[in-house]
């Protein structure tokens, strides 16, 4: 018993005359997923400056003209007296791409959460994910193995 076979009609979605240029280009353009990925669990304390965040820089291989989400997710909280925490996302000269900010109390608990949307060029690249106290006493990251704070980056397409 013959198949029925499908026409593709000039013009279409898929033109015949370039069909295999046309799939290749749309894989090419696709998302790739994850391409760098850290965690950590190790808690950090007494910060008051500027400070790479233990465990949290991933270095990838970036291609031309890919665009890639980086995420970080931290937990941290105020040790002393009442203030603001920032977490930032930044390239490996420390040039921030995002960051998240926050005002706690005291002993107060929040999750921060940037996200940048970046373009590097094409070769070796590295992110991380540090933190500040913008104003009040000093911060901590709370983290366990339960729940870790992490870096990931992933190929979202062209």
């Known amino acids: 018993m013959a198949l029925p076979i499908a026409s593709v009609v000039a013009g279409a979605l898929i033109d015949p005359t370039t069909f295999g240029n046309e799939v290749v280009d749309a894989i090419n353009a696709a998302p790739r997923g ?42 941290a909280t105020l040790s002393t ?6 977490v930032y996302i930044t390239d490996g000269s420390n040039v921030v791409q995002n960051k998240a900010s926050i005002g706690l109390g005291v002993g107060e608990t929040a999750m921060f959460q940037p996200q940048a949307i970046v373009v590097p060029g094409a070769g070796s690249v590295t992110y991380k994910a540090r933190a500040i106290l913008a104003s009040g006493g000093t911060l901590a990251t709370v983290l366990s193995s339960t729940q870790p704070a992490f870096i990931l980056v992933e190929d979202i397409g062209t």
Request: proline share 0%; net charge positive.
């Open 34 to 75: 994850r391409v760098a990925y850290a965690s950590s669990t190790t808690t950090q304390s007494g910060i008051s400056s500027v400070t790479d965040l233990t465990g949290l820089s991933v270095t990838f291989t970036a291609a031309a003209g890919r665009r890639y989400r980086v995420s970080v997710q931290v937990r």
């Open 81 to 86: 007296t009442a203030g603001a925490i920032e």
